[in-house]
C-alpha cells in the first residue's frame, strides 16, 4: 500500500470496520461469562456487538451443552436469526469448520467430500467465509502468557496442549476448490493471512485466474507459525498489500489494541472480540462489546468516522466479482501479466 503526504488525514481515510469476534470458540463456557451458549444468546450477542459499532460479525456456533457446533443445521439456523436480528451487517463464517453428518443417511454423501466445503452450501449463505492458505501450524498458544490464560480451559496441560500441536490444512486442490464453490455460491472469500508468502500464493491466484474478485484481507499477527505481532512483521504485510485492497488487522491477547490504534490511525480496519483477547488492563477482563466501544472512541477521537452497515458492505465489496484476472489485478492496483516478449515490469500506462 502507498502512504502519500495526506494518506493520514482521517478525511482521506475510509470509515472504520469493525469485525467483532465474540464467540471465542477455543474457550469453553466456564472460561468467562462474555461467551454466549444458548442460540438466543448468541443472536443477541451480535446486536451488541452491532449496537457498540462492530459491522462485520465473524460467526461460530454452539451446541446447547457449550461444545462447538459442526451441524450444518445450526449454522444455518443461526444465520437466519442474525439475517433478521442484524440485517445491516455483514456476516462472515469462520472458516475453520468442518461439519458433520447429523444422520445414517447423510454419511455416504458427506464422507465422499471434504466437509469444509459444505460452507458453500450454507443457507442462508453469509456475506463472507474466511480461508487460511498454505497448511501451516497454528500454535496459538505461543505467544500466551499464564498470566493471558489464567482461569480458562487453556490453563489446562491437556488442552493446552491440544491447541499448542493445531495445524491447519489448506494445499493447493482444496484452496483452488474452495475458492470455485464459494465464488458460484456468491460468497466472498475473506482470506485470513499469517505472513507475506501467503499473500504472494493468493497473488499467484488471481494471477493465474483461480479467483477473480476484490481482495478481503485479515493480517493474523498470533505467532505459532504466522508473523508475530511486531509493528516490522505488520508494516511489512501492509507495504505488499496492493493499494485496492480492504485490509484488517488482527492480533492476539493485549497485543490486539496497540495494533489495532496503529491501523485506525494508518486508515485501515480492526478485529477485535473474546476469540482474540479477554483483556484490557493487565489482569482486567474486558468484553467483547467494551473492546469494540474502546476502538470506535480510539477512532472518533482521531477524527476518523466508524462504518455504518451500509458502508462496511460498499468497504467490503460484497457482491461483486471480475472477469478476468487482468480485471482483478487492475482493480487491485497490481501490475498486469506480462505479455509475451514484454521485458521489464509489465506497468499499466495511463490513457
Given at each position: ?72 443445521s445450526m449454522f444455518n439456523e443461526m444465520l437466519a436469526r442474525l439475517r433478521d436480528a442484524v440485517p445491516k451487517m455483514v456476516l462472515q463464517v469462520g472458516g475453520s469448520i468442518s461439519f458433520a453428518p447429523e444422520g445414517d443417511g447423510e454419511s455416504a454423501k458427506w464422507l465422499s467430500d471434504d466437509t469444509r466445503h459444505m460452507l458453500a452450501d450454507l ?142 490511525a494508518m486508515g485501515l480496519h480492526v478485529r477485535c472480540g473474546i476469540e482474540d483477547n479477554l483483556w484490557g488492563r493487565k489482569g482486567e477482563r474486558m468484553t467483547s462489546v467494551g473492546q469494540i466501544e474502546q476502538l470506535t472512541r480510539i477512532s472518533r477521537e482521531l477524527f476518523r468516522e466508524v462504518a455504518t452497515g451500509d458502508e462496511a458492505r460498499e ?37
Open positions: 500500500m502507498h502512504f502519500l503526504d495526506d494518506s493520514l488525514f482521517p478525511e482521506n481515510q475510509q470509515p472504520l470496520v469493525i469485525t467483532a469476534a465474540p464467540y471465542g470458540p477455543e474457550f469453553l463456557p466456564g472460561d468467562s461469562d462474555d461467551i454466549p451458549v444458548s442460540m438466543d444468546e448468541q443472536v443477541q450477542k451480535a446486536v451488541d456487538c452491532y449496537n457498540a459499532g462492530a459491522t462485520v460479525l465473524h460467526v461460530h456456533c454452539r451446541e446447547a451443552d457449550g461444545s462447538g457446533s459442526k451441524r450444518l443457507t442462508p449463505r453469509p456475506d463472507q467465509v474466511t480461508i487460511a492458505i498454505n497448511t501451516n501450524q497454528m500454535n496459538v498458544t505461543e505467544l500466551m502468557s499464564a498470566d493471558d490464560v489464567a482461569g480458562t480451559s487453556l490453563a489446562l496441560p491437556a488442552y493446552h496442549h491440544a491447541y499448542r500441536e493445531m495445524w491447519f490444512t489448506s494445499g493447493p486442490d482444496f484452496v483452488e476448490e474452495h475458492l470455485r464453490r464459494l465464488t458460484a455460491s456468491g460468497i466472498q472469500p475473506m482470506f485470513m493471512l499469517g505472513d507475506v508468502g501467503q499473500l504472494e500464493t493468493v497473488e499467484r491466484l488471481i494471477r493465474r485466474g483461480v479467483y477473480r474478485g476484490p481482495l478481503v484481507l485479515n493480517w493474523v499477527g498470533i505467532g505459532g507459525g504466522a508473523d508475530g505481532p511486531n509493528p516490522y512483521n505488520m508494516m511489512e504485510f501492509i507495504r505488499r498489500t496492493p493499494d485496492g485492497a480492504m485490509l484488517s488487522i488482527e492480533s492476539q491477547m493485549r497485543s490486539v489494541l496497540p495494533l489495532n490504534t496503529m491501523a485506525i468497504i467490503c465489496q460484497i457482491g461483486v466479482q471480475y472477469q478476468s484476472a487482468d480485471e482483478t489485478l487492475a482493480k487491485l492496483g497490481w501490475p498486469p501479466n506480462r505479455d509475451a516478449g514484454h521485458r521489464g515490469v509489465p506497468l499499466r500506462l495511463a490513457s
